[in-house]
């Protein structure tokens, strides 16, 4: 009997690829989803050179900063790039690319104004869009009739007339359609690998491999979830009309507009604080009189005691600037104390991103698409959990250099100042067990899904009346 | 007799499933839409209306024009009632611009920084007729012809006295109708949510832009109607009608506006503002070097200040102008770049109709690239003229005894930032090429339908 199960596979294999309706969509998935994978590559090795290009332009720049500019000289970082974006852009779309690094700044991503925004009128279509909304589409356009247009043609009632089992036919269906729509995408997706393996220009490491595998065999779940909803509509449905119907009006609200939707009310209900706001009080923690009044003690009594009685002009060059700069560090300090309020502020700021972004992951579970999108972004890692590690690697490198500066300015003084050898900028990125932690929730919803709908189709074909 | 056949075929549509699964999506998509950026417009103007008077206590905390060179000022372009129905490049146009001393003017975070909200598609209204509106149309129509001929209908009715031009512009004209309805209720529904609950005031301008909308929306989903009615008049079987709609639709839709802007990026680059920042750094560096030590003399010989540290600031200011003097081209020719990829773009992402109704909604709404670039102009020239004052202020404080030298400036120093959108005639002038491009590809395809139908063999 398995051999039976075997037979019908191929019979439905063999069905789908001799359609010209299937022939034409999996000409359309293949182009699509290489093209989009490929310019996604092309892109991203064109943005690494340039986040490379600045960030060696902004260490240059800071490794010949003199002390007396140590706080005030603008320093960045540029926003460095994810290999993995190529398969889910994520929050890495249309970035902001650099960071601002000083005691009075938040720590966070800043944009550029001269620069061309017209990507942002248009979905971005990285793999996992065309797999999530392009895919979906036409795998309801294969398998809309499996079913339902069997019994439209009357051939249903032969085949079910024949010894074969119901439970085998639905199987044999299941598989046949499922493998049919896994041809074009495995295909175009060792296609795209293979272009990652033959090109030079950016290194993947094993983790990122791992990150891709991942997100790729999500597109395969995936597929199968909205597999077992086109086959339960079919089912279901006694026309076919009425079936692509109900599949359009499925794809229309939960693959495009609920999880579209998700973010927005997230945001609602969660009500964070507005960017002006928060801005504001970053630069206002600064300003407070309080520090006002420390400062001009400080200053006052730093200057009294480097004059010594004297008047600024009995002072020598050297005892004059040696004064100047002492004075600085009292502002140095003033600084420092300013900077737990931003620290503060930004702290409060990430809580309520990550309060967003948790609720719309709970609201876009409703959706399959959402579910994917959300898992196939962790497993990437270009979700809002990497923004933060970024700008908690920016706050990190912010410290560690100030800290740096002061220790070596302690033991060398302020002449030949070695910035050079400060620390470097790094973000640390999530292990990939942890991506995949965070991620389970989502594959999770998506592989009861998929069997929810697949026991429904199972359950009505066992029931369905073929006449 | 046009009239009856036109009846007729409004009543199968209406009756039709498929049309109330348009309908209620449609409108319901929309409405769904507006509420949730109305909420977000709301949040947006108040925070706006809110942060006017914190900038201005903030600068009233300001204590020396050292805290000046570091917290400068802050402008913003206030929030667009229009961006509820065309988001585009509002989040982009709206984002705050900080001017600082000599410090490069820093560009703010997006308003809706979250970046979640970069996981799937911004939707408002002009998303849902984009993407769902032109889907529906030509999944409503796609077997309109070969549908018929394929249940034996179309040979029976042509075999009777109708004309065979009668047919096919009935169809195409109830179709029309029947399209235009549920998208000028949803547009009906969404203005009155947005006027009711969201308070925003229709003025006259509005009011001209939102029928612009309206009649844009109206032509694109046209297109794609047309674009199914052709196919159907031309191909025999409805499945090979549908499969080359929807491949039309994903290609004209989905891949070709996304495709240009991306090529773009290697065909007409814009230098990155590292740079420029290299760029500035350079001229800052031959300044000091050359031009620094005979300033210092001058002033020396001549006696021009009280003390070392009044010398010395002098000297810094003077560097800081020059420098923003001679990097003044640079930045306009960086602003020409940018001028130039975007208007390319435009042009080359027009061969899809997608690309040419969200230009055309968007210059509508004041939200489109045009808009943007209006923007960029005026807060460069905010820039120019905020150096200007920041520059006399500076050479003015640098003149006065120690003990004032460094206090704070007046807070009504500043020039006013006082945006303005494109006005509609400007926003047109935008858009004519787009809208003449849609309406005439829709004639187009209409006319290919009709010369298509003429032929068909209805067996």
């Known amino acids: 009997m398995e051999l039976v199960i075997l037979v019908l596979i191929r019979k439905e294999i063999l069905n789908n690829l001799l359609n010209s309706r299937f022939s034409v969509a999996y000409f359309v998935c293949t182009v699509l989803f290489v093209g989009s994978s490929l310019i996604m590559f092309a892109d991203l090795l064109a943005e690494k050179r340039v986040a490379d290009t600045s960030q060696r332009v902004y260490e240059r720049r800071m490794a010949e900063i003199d002390e007396g500019h140590l706080y005030t000289d603008e320093k960045y970082v540029a926003r460095p790039v994810v290999p993995t974006q190529m398969f889910a852009l994520g929050g890495e779309r249309d970035p902001d690319r650099r960071a601002l690094i000083g005691y009075e700044t938040a720590p966070m991503f800043f944009g550029d104004f001269r620069r061309d925004p017209l990507g942002n009128l248009f979905p971005a279509i990285d793999p996992t869009f065309i797999v999530g909304v392009l895919f979906s589409l036409l795998i309801f356009m294969l398998v809309y009739d499996a079913v339902s247009g069997e019994r439209e043609l009357g051939t249903l009632k032969l085949l079910l007339s024949s010894p074969i089992s119901r439970d085998r036919i639905m199987v044999a269906k299941w598989l046949g359609a499922f493998i049919s729509v896994l041809i074009p995408y495995l295909t175009s997706a060792a296609i795209v690998v293979l272009v990652l393996l033959l090109t030079r220009g950016i290194t993947i490491g094993e983790s990122d491999w791992a990150r891709i595998g991942a997100v790729l065999a999500i597109g395969v779940l995936y597929m199968a979830v909205v597999l077992s909803i086109s086959l339960a509509v079919s089912v279901l449905f006694r026309s076919s009309a009425a079936g692509i119907l109900s599949l359009l009006l499925i794809w229309a609200t939960v693959i495009v507009a609920l999880p579209a939707l998700s973010t927005p009310i997230a945001y609602l209900l969660v009500d964070p604080p507005s960017v002006q706001q928060l801005t504001e009080e970053i630069r206002r923690e600064a300003s407070q009189p309080e520090l006002r009044e420390w400062l001009r003690t400080g200053i006052d009594k730093t200057r009294q005691e480097m004059l010594d009685g004297r008047d600024e002009q009995e002072l020598s060059d050297e005892e004059r600037w040696a004064m100047y700069r002492a004075m600085q560090r009292v502002d140095h300090e003033r600084i420092a104390k300013g900077a737990d309020a931003v620290v503060s502020r930004v702290a409060m700021l990430t809580r309520y991103e990550r309060n967003v972004d948790r609720l719309m992951r709970r609201i876009a579970r409703l959706s399959p698409y959402g579910c994917m999108q959300n898992a196939c972004v962790t497993l990437a890692g270009t979700d809002m959990e990497h923004e933060l590690a970024m700008r908690e690697a920016n706050g990190r490198f912010m410290k560690s250099t100030i800290s740096f500066w002061k220790t070596t300015l302690a033991r060398r003084g302020p002449w030949n100042f070695p910035a050079a050898r400060g620390p470097r900028y790094r973000v640390r990125r999530e292990p990939v067990a942890s991506a995949f932690g965070r991620a389970a929730p989502d594959i999770g919803v998506l592989l009861l899904t998929g069997c929810v709908f697949f026991l429904v189709a199972f359950a009505a074909f066992l029931r369905a009346d073929p006449t | ?459």
């Open chain 2, 1 to 459: 007799m046009l009239l009856t056949c036109v009846r007729k075929e409004i009543l199968s549509y209406v009756l039709s499933l498929r049309y109330g699964l348009v309908f209620c999506l449609l409108v319901g998509l929309t409405l769904a839409a507006t509420a949730v950026r109305t909420s977000i417009y709301r949040k947006q103007k108040a925070a706006y209306a809110e942060s006017i008077g914190e900038r201005q206590r903030t600068l009233e905390m300001l204590w020396d024009t050292f805290q000046f060179a570091s917290r400068g000022i802050v402008i913003e372009t206030p929030p667009n009632p229009l961006a509820i129905f065309a988001g585009g490049l509002e989040n982009e146009i709206t984002r705050s611009h900080n001017f600082a001393g000599q410090k490069t003017p820093r560009t703010g975070l997006r308003k809706l920084n979250n970046a979640s909200f970069r996981y799937f598609l911004d939707i408002d209204l002009i998303l849902v007729v984009n993407i769902v509106g032109s889907l529906l149309a030509l999944m409503l129509v796609f077997d309109g012809i070969c549908g018929e001929r394929e249940q034996g209908t179309l040979k029976v009715l042509l075999a009777g006295p109708i004309p065979r031009d009668t047919v096919i512009l009935s169809k195409i004209i109830a179709g029309l109708l029947i399209l235009a309805l549920p998208l000028l209720l949803a547009w009906g529904f969404s203005l009155a949510y947005v006027v009711g609950v969201g308070g925003v005031v229709l003025d006259a301008e509005l009011t001209v832009r939102v029928m612009w909308l309206i009649a844009l929306s109206l032509v694109y989903v046209s297109f794609f109607f047309a674009l199914g009615i052709a196919l159907s008049s031309w191909v025999r079987d409805s499945a090979s009608a549908m499969a080359g709609g929807v491949f039309a639709w994903a290609i004209l839709v989905l891949v070709v506006p996304n495709l240009v802007p991306l090529a773009l990026k290697r065909l007409a680059p814009v230098p990155p503002e590292s740079k420029l920042l290299m760029e500035r750094d350079a001229i800052r560096e031959t300044i000091e070097k050359e031009d620094m030590p005979k300033w210092r003399e001058e002033m020396t010989a001549a006696k021009e200040y009280d003390d070392q540290q009044q010398l010395w600031r002098m000297l810094v200011h003077m560097v800081d102008e020059e420098c923003d003097r001679r990097f003044e081209p640079l930045e306009r020719y960086a602003v020409a770049r940018v001028v130039r990829r975007l208007r390319l773009n435009q042009r080359i992402a027009r061969i899809s109709p997608s690309a040419s109704f969200v230009f055309a909604a968007t210059h509508c709404a004041g939200t489109g690239a045009e808009d943007f670039l209006h923007a960029l102009s005026e807060v460069e020239a905010y820039g120019r003229r905020f150096r200007e004052v920041f520059h006399e202020k500076q050479t003015e404080h640098l003149k006065r005894p120690r003990e004032t030298r460094h206090a704070p400036y007046a807070t009504d120093a500043w020039p006013p930032f006082e945006p303005s959108r494109l006005s509609i005639a400007q926003a047109v002038n935008a858009c004519w090429l787009d809208v003449v491009w849609l309406a005439g590809s829709m004639v187009v395809l209409f006319l290919g339908a009709v010369v298509g139908f003429m032929r068909y063999d209805a067996r």
